[in-house]
């Protein structure tokens, strides 16, 4: 009877069991579905049921033993949507919670914070907004991890009663509330990785981290960390990664302790304002591979015993004030990628073995005070793409095999006093696309051999002493914006090849022993900056030229001469022979009576299509009339003909009215899209009211000059530029152009101009939705804008100059990237 008694209770147990088990399969299938359905994107679409327990067959889904969910991993897998609520209690089971890098939108998803057996959490890069929850309940949790979100609020300081904790990541919450460390972090005995990076953390380091003896990882750039760095983070014996970047506010010296720190690989404490010396005791980690001390007011020289370094493989200490030699061993005994010496006051030799382990990327000793040759050896450094030694003290001639290295990008010799010839070599530099090296004493000529390198965009050479003629074959770098060779001697004549350098935008060849005509193919270009001034040149300058304002392009060339005198301003030449002027009438005859021609067959042919086509003539003499009172001219040169472009000029097409006209945006049948400007004849500007072309009088003095020079047909891209300017305050400053915040007659370049002398103004005027993290990279763009605004037109750069000093923007500046990605990209965008 017991016996029977005992295996009803277990017949009656294992029937629960097994309702259980089938309730939360049922569960389970349900939630999964509810995630498929939450979703828009590719990746779920294999989600199919098939058979009982299936969905441990998905992809992303562990189950144990019993068929029950433990794990869900669907990171990176481009999801939109957003995640459904109270998790656990459909997974009640739930270990691992992975839905990182999708663009799951919302704030913090309900019910998480219930799942009590959940030891990972990972929420990174979700664009997840709100306040964050009290995660005091999650007593299993192992790994959280936040990172690259908006929340905003408080810092949810009940993760440190989570004892469990090893990872920690918040990096990249810029909107949280401003708060500090608190003390009793400390009780986080197994923390192995602190990330708290560019999450608004203010106030000292306080001491009390140096218990936490677990960590493996600390991470704390990106703040507004202030005081001095506490010596106590020596003891952190198993510290491999210390990141105190970016917090501007550290002061003090480098304290030795950090040389206790044995397993240290990565250091970094850049832009903040450190004192003193280096200490020798860090230079001699027996794992260290990156230091990275640049932007901060480090005096004193660099520790030799760095140079015999085994692990070292970036070195980065820019912008300090460090005196003395360069370690003469750096990179004999260790690989060196990086290598940033740039903006001290360092002197000596370059270290010749810095490239011994192959690996060398990227050399910068700039504004120094080095002195020497340029060792043989940097000939062989194939790997290198950047190698910048400009204003030093460098002499003697440049190895051959530098000019030519197979990967280099950037080859910057510039303001020194090295001599010799450039090596044909450099036709093998197919990378390359700036090569400076202007202000030196190289001589010989300049090898035909360069227009191999067909990534070039940037040649300065001027103030050097290269001779012969200019090679022909230059023509061939259909890449070349910038070619500047003033002040050399460089005889012959300029070559037609010029004028297929169609991108080109600054061109000067003033100060030379140039002689012959100016090529009449020039007139392809109409650059920029344009200057032949100062050489030998003799004959006719083409009229284009003339008429295009470029008249003082050609000023100390006594041979010059112009077939008729355009303006007031092309006076300073003389009329050209009658010779030149015989031959000019000869082709004007050919041209006339090939007109002639032309017009009695259109004639003709008009009379006769007018007969059948009479519906068509009022249009047809519209645009006849139209086509004879237009002067139409294209700054940058392309293949259009005027009737379409006149065609096109109707309302719907208007993107804009300017002070000087009126632009459209037409469409070609080429297939290109262009901007086309009516330029207003006085006549019509007069008819517009001073209150719309001025609303206030700062910016009159602008739209009357840019009025000039559409009246005068001298419009060039400078006025643009003045446009582009403003537009780059407003979008920064988030102002419009007049605000009463500006003051009585004051505008937003006033304004701007008058805040950014000091650094506090110039944190005043950034737009406060968009600054935080980004301040430095939007007062960069404010001096940019500053450039393009100057009052006269000459000190503005070009719209291609604009665009590459854009680019060199970082719009990631704290990201927790690491070691060479990082430091390769703040070289990046100092340069």
């Known amino acids: 009877m017991a016996l029977q008694s005992i295996c009803s ?31 828009s994107g590719n990746a779920l679409s294999a989600w199919n049921p098939k058979g009982e327990n ?25 999801l939109k949507g957003s995640f459904p609520p109270d998790v656990c209690s459909y997974l009640p089971e739930l270990h ?33 907004v709100g306040k964050l929850p009290d995660f005091s309940r999650m007593k299993s949790l192992r790994v959280l991890d936040l990172s690259y979100n908006q929340f905003i609020g408080d810092f949810p300081m009940s993760i440190t009663s989570l004892t469990n904790l090893e990872v920690i990541n918040f990096n990249e919450n ?30 000292p380091i306080s001491p009390f981290i140096g218990n936490m003896t677990s960590l493996v990882d600390l991470e704390l750039s990106g703040n507004f960390l202030s005081g001095k760095i506490p010596a106590e983070l020596g003891k952190l014996k198993n510290l491999k990664s210390l990141m105190l970047y970016y917090n501007q506010r550290l002061t003090g010296t480098l304290p030795e302790e950090l040389g206790d720190l044995k397993e240290l690989v990565d250091l970094d404490i850049s832009v903040n304002q450190l004192t003193g010396s280096i200490p020798d005791s860090i230079c001699r980690l027996p794992k260290l591979y990156s230091l990275q001390l640049y932007n901060n007011s480090l005096t004193g020289e660099i520790p030799a015993s760095l140079g015999d370094s085994k692990t070292l493989g970036i070195l980065s200490a820019y ?3 460090l005196t003395g030699d360069v370690p003469q061993n750096l990179g004999k005994s260790s690989p060196m990628i990086l290598l940033d010496l740039s903006e001290n006051q360092l002197s000596g030799r370059l270290p010749p073995y810095i490239c011994t382990g192959g690996k060398l990327v990227y050399f910068l000793v700039l504004s120094n005070m080095l002195n020497g040759e340029i060792p043989e050896s940097y000939a062989k450094c194939n790997s290198l793409q950047r190698f910048r030694v400009s204003n030093n003290k460098l002499e003697g001639p440049v190895p051959a095999g530098l000019f030519g290295l197979p990967h280099v990008s950037i080859i910057d010799l510039a303001s020194n006093q090295l001599t010799g010839p450039i090596s044909p070599a450099i036709g093998n530099a197919k990378n390359m696309s700036e090569f400076f090296a202007q202000r030196n004493k190289l001589s010989g000529v300049l090898p035909p051999e360069i227009s191999g390198a067909l990534n070039l965009v940037k040649i300065d050479l001027s103030n050097n002493l290269l001779s012969g003629p200019i090679p022909a074959e230059i023509g061939n770098l259909k890449k070349l914006n910038l070619l500047l060779l003033q002040s050399n001697k460089l005889n012959s004549s ?7 350098l169609k991108s080109l935008n600054d061109l000067d060849l003033s100060n ?3 002689t012959g005509n100016v090529p009449n193919s020039l007139s392809k270009l109409l650059p920029n900056s344009i200057n032949f001034s100062n050489n030998q040149l003799y004959g006719p300058i083409p009229l284009s030229l003339i008429k295009a304002g470029l008249e003082e392009s050609f000023l100390g060339n006594p041979g010059l001469c112009v077939a008729v005198y355009v303006n007031s301003s092309d006076r300073s030449f003389p009329l050209c022979p009658r010779a030149y002027n015989q031959k000019k009438l000869n082709q004007m005859w050919v041209i006339v009576a090939c007109l002639i021609i032309l017009l009695v067959g259109g004639i003709l042919f008009l009379k006769r299509w007018l ?33 379409e472009i006149l065609e096109s000029m109707v309302d719907k097409n208007i993107l804009g009215h300017g002070g000087s006209g009126t632009v459209y945006r037409i469409g070609l049948s080429s297939g290109e899209i262009v901007a086309v400007k009516k330029l207003w004849s006085q006549k019509n500007k007069d008819t517009v009211s001073e209150s719309q072309l001025f609303p206030n009088k700062e910016l009159e003095t602008e739209v009357q000059t840019l009025g000039n020079y559409a009246n005068s047909s001298k419009a060039t891209t400078k006025c643009d530029v003045y446009s582009f300017g403003v537009v780059l305050m407003e979008l920064v400053t988030g102002k419009k152009p007049v605000e009463p915040e500006f003051g009585e007659n004051k505008n937003i370049i006033n304004w701007v101009s008058a805040k950014v002398e000091t650094k506090e103004g110039a944190l005043e005027i950034l737009d406060k939705r968009v600054s935080g993290s980004f301040a430095d990279d939007m007062i960069q763009v404010i001096r940019i804008a500053i450039r393009c605004t100057a009052r006269a037109p000459f000190p503005r750069p070009s719209m291609n100059e604009v665009v590459q000093l854009l680019s060199e923007g970082d719009p990631c500046r704290f990201d927790s990237c690491k070691l060479i990605k990082k430091t390769i990209y703040a070289s990046n965008t100092k340069r």
């Open 611 to 643: 007969s059948n086509e009479k519906s068509t003539i009022g249009h047809d003499e519209t645009m006849s009339l139209s086509f004879c009172s237009y002067d139409v001219k294209s700054f940058h040169k392309i293949s259009f003909d005027q009737r």
């Open 512 to 514: 030379n022993q140039l």
């Open 54 to 78: 299936s969905y441990c067959n998905y992809t992303g889904i562990t189950c144990n033993r019993q068929g029950v969910i433990t794990k869900v991993n669907i990171s990176g897998w481009s």
């Open 174 to 203: 810029s909107n949280l509330n401003p708060w500090e460390l608190p003390e009793n972090i400390t009780q986080l005995t197994r923390l192995k990785s602190l990330v708290l990076s560019t999450c608004n953390l203010q106030g």
């Open 494 to 500: 300029i070559p037609d090849s010029l004028s297929r």
């Open 319 to 321: 912008s300090n004030n």
């Open 96 to 128: 691992t919670l992975d839905i990182s890098n999708n663009r799951i939108a919302g704030t913090f998803p309900d019910g998480i914070i219930n799942c009590s057996h959940l030891e990972v959490l990972n929420m990174s890069s979700l664009y997840l």
């Open 9 to 39: 209770s277990f017949f009656i147990l294992f029937l629960s069991l097994l309702n259980s088990l089938q309730a939360t399969s049922n569960k389970q299938s349900q939630y999964l579905t509810l995630m498929k359905n939450s979703f």
